[in-house]
């Protein structure tokens, strides 16, 4: 299955609301995990079941969708989260991930 | 804590084999799936493979498939990467990390371990 994010690059600045988008080449129900990476850190786990946040992951992260269109929402900027995102489907093996979205400050 | 450590990385010859390991600690390592994932330098994150808890369930990307061989030793809550068949595209960090399931995601990740296959 195939996973396409857009943007692959996203500019935007603190304390904005920005949309990630993930699509899947065919359905994968809600089986979808997003994470974050920082440059020189391995990625950590954001959301799980499409929509269900990770304990201690901050409440401005929130997902959506099912089927073959996901979303991940920031509320509201802060200086932490600018990172690369990556969707990631676990429906059918072998499992992949999205090409990734680098958030930068604009 | 929760943690797991990767290990074996280094240089190798395309055609030659490499084995991985990954070290766990802070939880009970045989109730869990285990994944690894690698990633080439500036890349994105690519899926490799995924055991099951007691060891009798692999699947593998298609890149790898053949040629890696994912296993576990419950006994020393190790999880290994078999890499044989060597390729430069096989270069990348690899990681390993614990799947909280067997659910198919991935809640607690190591640091990664290089390898970087050239001649």
């Known amino acids: 299955i195939q996973m396409t994010q857009s943007p692959s690059t996203l500019s935007a600045s603190v304390g904005d609301r920005v949309t990630i988008t993930c699509r899947a080449s065919?359905?994968?129900?809600?089986?979808l995990a997003w994470y974050q990476q920082k440059p020189g850190k391995a990625p950590s786990l954001l959301i799980s079941?499409?929509?269900s946040l990770e304990i201690g992951v901050p409440s401005r992260f929130s997902g959506s969708g099912s089927g073959t269109e996901f979303t991940l929402t920031i509320s509201s900027l802060q200086p932490d989260d600018f990172a690369t995102y990556y969707c990631?489907?676990?429906?059918?093996?072998?499992?992949?991930f999205g090409q990734g979205t680098k958030l930068q400050i604009k | 804590q929760v943690q797991v450590v990767e290990s074996g990385g280094g240089v190798v010859q395309p055609g030659r084999s490499l084995r991985l390991s990954c070290a766990a600690s802070?939880?009970?390592?045989?109730?869990?799936?285990a994944h690894w994932v690698r990633q080439a330098s500036g890349k994105g994150l690519e899926w490799v493979a995924v055991?099951?808890?007691?060891?009798?369930?692999?699947y593998y990307g298609d890149s790898v498939k053949g040629r890696f061989t994912i296993s576990r030793d419950n006994s020393k809550n190790t999880l290994y990467l078999q890499m044989d068949t060597l390729r430069t595209e096989d270069t990348a960090v690899y990681y390993c990390?614990?799947?909280?399931?067997?659910?198919?995601?991935?809640?607690?990740w190591g640091k990664g371990t290089t390898v970087t296959v050239s001649s």
């Open positions: 990631q489907q676990y429906n059918s093996y072998p499992y992949s």
């Open positions: 055991i099951s808890s007691e060891g009798s369930k692999k």
């Open positions: 065919q359905s994968v129900n809600a089986w």
């Open positions: 079941k499409a929509s």
């Open positions: 802070g939880f009970t390592f045989r109730n869990y799936a």
């Open positions: 990390a614990r799947d909280p399931g067997p659910a198919g995601y991935m809640d607690v």
